[in-house]
């Protein structure tokens, strides 16, 4: 059989790139298929290097709420770069975009804007040591904020003990200046301040776990960390970088009614382009240079074409209230009816999400934390997954990943994932 062109395309990438992928998710390895290289969006659909059509649910990860090549993004897009497409100079646009943040989210009284969620999250960590003078920070098992050394952390060896590093070339002392805790678990963050008194300059938390698939949290869970965080002289910091924009126009704050001190933001406020942004408090954020002694920068930061994006995204969603209830619809039709087909064929499944977001875990559930989310078959996800993506439709091929809704899924695409659905559960050997 002759080979197809995202196989040929794998194959040449291997010898340049490591693992021929610029981001290891993109390799399927979980799924032991080859990448599909991406050619063309449009709206909710892709067309890969072979021109295979795929209803896509991964939407880049998650900034594509509005789908791919959404036309009012795009001309911002072109018209900006034909004014300029860098100048390392302040632009109006950055005014305004800092604007409509702030307008948007309360809470954030100034924001900085940078080009990536590490590079939001590194900055917002160094911002909050700089503010507290203390040095540890704590971070949830199974959340993912990006890939700075104090991030790529796992668990110690018991409660409150030093991180360990989760990655070969983080250094042993940054990663034991990390403390990790269990996900929803209030008393365990109040063990790991009474072991640490004085010492936590911040609690960093997804507001909704989104990257050990979609855990939200117990009820009380937010409002607990904002409670211990103050009464410790810590500050809170909410990683909403799948969560902004995505929960609501307001963000997860503003969707919970939790006010942290910090925010972290990327995807959506990029509208497809790399941008992120730190934010919060303006006493913290005065910490930051050239106003204070925290430094951070950037040659691209607000780049020009990229707030172009971002704003024109932005304003669409802020312009279109109607968005998120259609899509929070849409989100309650599939996890319903996924629900109903897997009890349907008596599959193990709980199937956990929250407005535009959901996974499908292969264990009974409910899933509170990433222990419990790794009870999931990780052998039965990659069948279902191979099944669908037989059927045209791209879901994460990790079990620890969200199912993106956008804007341009119709309710014709949600009732084509239930029929696929229901024929892959349905299948033998499943
Ligand atoms: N924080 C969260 C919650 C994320 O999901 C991600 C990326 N998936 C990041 C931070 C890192 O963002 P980036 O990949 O843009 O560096």
């Given at each position: 059989m002759s080979?197809?062109?995202c196989e040929r395309l794998f194959e040449e990438a291997q010898s340049l790139i490591p693992g021929g992928v610029n981001s290891p998710v993109r390799a399927f390895k979980s799924v032991g298929q080859t990448p599909?290289?991406?050619?063309?969006?449009?709206?909710?659909?892709?067309?890969?290097?072979?021109?295979?059509?795929?209803?896509?649910?991964?939407?880049?990860?998650?900034?594509?709420?509005?789908?791919?090549?959404?036309?009012?993004?795009?001309?911002a897009v072109c018209e900006a770069a034909h004014e300029g497409t860098s100048f390392g100079l302040p632009t109006a646009?950055?005014?305004?975009?800092?604007?409509?943040?702030?307008?948007?989210?309360?809470?954030?009284?100034?924001?900085?804007?940078?080009?990536?969620?590490?590079?939001?999250?590194?900055?917002?960590?160094?911002?909050?040591?700089?503010?507290?003078?203390?040095?540890?920070?704590?971070?949830?098992?199974?959340?993912?904020?990006?890939?700075?050394?104090?991030?790529?952390?796992?668990?110690?060896?018991?409660?409150?003990?030093?991180?360990?590093?989760?990655?070969?070339?983080?250094?042993?002392?940054?990663?034991?200046?990390?403390?990790?805790?269990?996900?929803?678990?209030?008393?365990?963050?109040?063990?790991i301040f009474a072991a640490h008194k004085d010492e936590i300059a911040a609690v960093i938390v997804e507001p909704v776990g989104a990257n050990m698939g979609v855990v939200p949290p117990a009820p009380g869970f937010l409002e607990g960390l904002r409670e211990i965080t103050a009464a410790n002289g810590a500050l809170l910091i909410f990683d909403e970088v799948i969560t902004g924009f995505r929960l609501s126009i307001n963000c997860a704050s503003g969707y919970f009614g939790v006010t942290p001190d910090l925010w972290t933001f990327g995807k959506i406020i990029g509208?497809?382009?790399?941008?992120?942004?730190?934010?919060?408090?303006?006493?913290?954020?005065?910490?930051?240079?050239?106003?204070?002694?925290?430094?951070?920068?950037?040659?691209?930061?607000?780049?020009?074409?990229?707030?172009?994006?971002?704003?024109?995204?932005l304003t669409a969603l802020r312009e279109n209230p109607l968005?998120?209830?259609?899509?929070?619809?849409?989100?309650?039709?599939?996890?319903?009816?996924?629900?109903?087909?897997?009890?349907?064929?008596?599959?193990?499944?709980?199937?956990?999400?929250?407005?535009?977001?959901?996974?499908?875990?292969?264990?009974?559930?409910?899933?509170?934390?990433?222990?419990e989310a790794k009870k999931s078959d990780t052998a039965r996800y990659a069948r279902f997954w191979s099944g669908m993506a037989a059927r045209g439709i791209l879901m994460a091929p990790s079990q620890f990943e969200a199912l993106f809704l956008c804007a341009a899924h119709s309710d014709e695409d949600i009732e084509y994932f239930l029929v696929c659905a229901d024929e892959v559960a349905g299948s033998e050997g499943f």
């Open positions: 080979r197809s062109q599909i290289f991406a050619a063309r969006g449009e709206g909710a659909y892709i067309w890969d290097a072979d021109g295979k059509k795929y209803t896509d649910y991964i939407g880049s990860w998650g900034p594509l709420i509005l789908g791919h090549a959404y036309a009012p993004v795009v001309d646009m950055e005014v305004e975009m800092a604007r409509l943040i702030t307008e948007l989210v309360k809470g954030v009284e100034m924001v900085r804007m940078v080009s990536s969620g590490t590079e939001a999250v590194l900055s917002a960590i160094r911002a909050a040591r700089g503010f507290t003078g203390r040095e540890m920070v704590v971070k949830f098992e199974g959340c993912y904020h990006g890939h700075s050394d104090s991030m790529l952390v796992k668990a110690g060896s018991g409660l409150a003990t030093a991180g360990q590093p989760d990655s070969a070339g983080v250094p042993a002392n940054t990663a034991a200046a990390t403390l990790t805790c269990r996900y929803n678990d209030l008393e365990e963050i109040k063990k509208g497809g382009l790399p941008v992120g942004a730190y934010g919060g408090r303006r006493d913290v954020m005065s910490m930051v240079a050239p106003l204070g002694p925290v430094y951070q920068a950037g040659t691209l930061s607000g780049n020009p074409v990229a707030m172009a994006a971002g704003f024109a995204a968005i998120y209830r259609e899509l929070a619809a849409r989100g309650e039709r599939l996890r319903a009816g996924l629900d109903k087909i897997f009890k349907k064929y008596g599959v193990a499944a709980c199937v956990q999400g929250i407005e535009s977001l959901a996974t499908i875990f292969f264990t009974a559930g409910p899933v509170k934390s990433y222990d």
